[in-house]
């Protein structure tokens, strides 16, 4: 397995990335917002991705988005294709393009907001901390990419303060110790159970 920063030759499997990404949200029923092909080669060209492959097979993806002038960073669109699961591929991804993330933009800060608990913990133990959305990027594109997920109406309804999604973010200026060892699943299903409950009495009012 090899995982690499993709480049303009990684660009014949952006089809299959959208396909991925857009079969996981399916599953998952929300947190994944779709992307198009010519997004996907575009963070290729640039040198804002990170692509996973057996040979010349696709395995796996994640692409950096930026923010506010360069002042945040976010890694999006992470992606393992369903015949490398269960391998800890994912693990390995999120660490290239979190490095790589910290080499290319070493002032911005990182950030992250998923429903995904996996994706919760490879955040925690890169040294990401949950946070509100008020401490995240303003910039009205980054939530217009919400749009295409089904919970973009929450979103809407709490003047983009709130979601289903966890808020979480990696500080390099932060003087804060980086969590270490393993996160109890416990803990972020508490934390969305909480979050849920919220929504649904707001909804009912």
Not at 5 to 21: F, L, M, N, V, Y
Request: net charge positive; hydrophobic share 35%; proline share 2%.
């Amino acid at each position: 397995m090899t995982i690499i920063i993709a480049d303009k030759s990684h660009t014949i499997h952006a089809q299959t990335i959208c396909e991925a990404i857009e079969a996981a949200a399916q599953v998952r029923g929300t947190g994944i917002a779709k992307r198009s092909v010519d997004y996907i080669i575009s963070k290729m060209e640039t040198h804002n991705a990170v692509i996973a492959l057996e040979g010349s097979t696709f395995a796996g993806f994640c692409y950096i988005e930026t923010w506010s002038h360069d002042k945040f960073v976010a890694n999006s669109g992470l992606i393992v294709h369903p015949d490398f699961r269960n391998q800890g591929l994912a693990k390995k991804i999120k660490n290239v393009v979190f490095e790589h993330s910290r080499a290319k933009y070493p002032l911005a800060k990182i950030f992250s907001i998923t429903t995904g608990l996996a994706v919760m913990k490879l955040n925690t133990d890169l040294g990401y901390k949950p946070v509100t959305f008020s401490e995240l990027t303003d910039e009205p594109s980054f939530w217009k990419g919400c749009q295409t997920c089904k919970n973009y109406d929450v979103l809407q309804r709490t003047s983009q303060s709130m979601c289903l999604c966890t808020g979480m973010l990696y500080d390099p200026n932060s003087k804060s110790e980086t969590v270490s060892g393993k996160v109890k699943d416990k803990t972020f299903l508490r934390l969305k159970s909480i979050k849920q409950s919220l929504f649904l009495k707001k909804h009912k009012k």
